[in-house]
């Protein structure tokens, strides 16, 4: 007699253990909160901000660009008088000499009153020709210099003075230095009628073409 043995499955010695939680479960929000990272990059950003622009306490001091004095003209105050010492026609110049006592605003207001004149074509009536025969006027081309010292308002200055600052020596013999010369004048006038844009320029003291000017030089007009 064969004796079956019931075969009956039982439960095993060994529990199954419960599977580990994964990143993601059902009813649960993955990641941090989206208010933590919203948070997170305003904080980011601020110190971002604090660490690489300077607040206002930090920035240097930076001083204002500085501005030219302005010369005050005295409009009570009697014209400036004045006299033609040298007229250089073949260099298209005119030296003039007024009073050592003269202010700066004495010669901004002769320098105007020379182009109120230019402007009304009366010039000749106070300055010799400059460009004679030139079909845009006598003074179509003109370099006014204006000095207090008479001796530099003669052609041997003036004729360094239109040369310029670095005119070669060897060509031109310089009876006076053109740095003395130039810190001698007191106000230039330059009149180029050829030039629509800007026929008119003048200044206290002087500079030359290349930039080279006096300790006194005051672009005006």
């Not at 990641?31 to 622009?53: K, N, Q």
């Not at 300055?127 to 210099?145: E, M, N, Q, R, V």
């Amino acid at each position: 007699m064969n004796h079956e043995q019931d075969q009956t499955a039982g439960p095993s010695s060994r529990e199954a253990a419960p599977p580990e939680p994964g990143p993601y479960e059902e009813g649960k929000r993955a990641g941090a909160h989206p208010l933590v990272v919203v948070l997170g990059i305003i904080f980011g950003l601020w110190l971002l901000m604090w660490l690489y622009i300077p607040s206002s306490k930090q920035k240097p001091a930076v001083a204002p660009d500085p501005t030219p004095a302005s010369v005050m003209e005295e409009p009570d105050a009697a014209p400036l008088m004045f006299k033609v010492k040298t007229a250089v026609p073949e260099i298209n110049a005119v030296g003039i000499v007024v009073p050592p006592q003269a202010t700066e605003s004495q010669i901004v207001g002769l320098l105007k009153q020379l182009r109120d004149a230019r402007l009304a074509n009366q010039l000749s009536a106070m300055l010799p020709a400059t460009s004679p025969g030139h079909k845009l006027g006598d003074h179509a081309i003109a370099d006014i210099y204006i000095f207090s010292d008479a001796q530099y308002a003669k052609p041997a200055a003036i004729g360094v003075l239109a040369r310029g600052a670095h005119a070669p020596g060897e060509l031109y013999p310089q009876a006076v230095p053109f740095e003395t010369a130039m810190e001698a004048v007191r106000g230039h006038y330059r009149i180029d009628l050829s030039d629509t844009g800007h026929p008119d320029q003048a200044s206290l003291g002087f500079a030359d073409e290349s930039g080279v000017h006096s300790k006194t030089f005051r672009q005006l007009f």
